[in-house]
C-alpha cells in the first residue's frame, strides 16, 4: 500500500531539495571564485548560502512543530506514553 504524503511533508522535502541545490550551486560559484582569484563576490556568495539555511531552519521548525503537534493522544505525546519522557 502506497501512503500518501501530506502537504507540510512535501513542502519541507521541497524546501530541503532546493537548499541542497543551490548551496552546491553557490559552492560551485565559490570554487569559480577562487580559481579565477576573483574574491570580491566571496561574501555575496557565502551570505546567500545563509539566508537559504535560515529559510530551512523556519521551514523544518514548522514541520517538526506540526508533527509534533499531531502525535499526541488524550493530551501527552506519543513519547511520553511510551515512557521516554522523562521531562515530566
Given at each position: 500500500m502506497?501512503?500518501?504524503w501530506?502537504?507540510?511533508k512535501?513542502?519541507a522535502?521541497g524546501?530541503?531539495?532546493v537548499?541542497?541545490?543551490?548551496?552546491?550551486?553557490?559552492l560551485?560559484f565559490?570554487?569559480l571564485?577562487?580559481?579565477?582569484?576573483?574574491?570580491?563576490?566571496?561574501?555575496?556568495l557565502?551570505?546567500?548560502?545563509?539566508?537559504?539555511?535560515?529559510?530551512?531552519?523556519?521551514v523544518?521548525?514548522?514541520y517538526?512543530g506540526k508533527?509534533?503537534?499531531?502525535?499526541?493522544r488524550g493530551?501527552i505525546?506519543?513519547?511520553?506514553?511510551?515512557?521516554?519522557?522523562e521531562?515530566?
Open positions: 502506497i501512503k500518501k501530506t502537504v507540510s512535501a513542502i522535502l524546501i530541503l531539495a537548499d541542497a541545490s543551490c548551496t552546491y550551486v553557490v560551485y565559490c570554487y571564485a577562487i580559481c579565477r582569484q576573483f574574491a570580491g563576490t566571496m561574501p555575496y557565502t551570505t546567500l548560502i545563509g539566508a537559504l539555511q535560515a529559510s530551512t531552519a523556519v523544518l521548525t514548522a517538526f508533527s509534533r503537534a499531531e502525535n499526541t493530551g505525546t506519543y513519547d511520553a506514553a511510551l515512557g521516554g519522557d521531562s515530566c
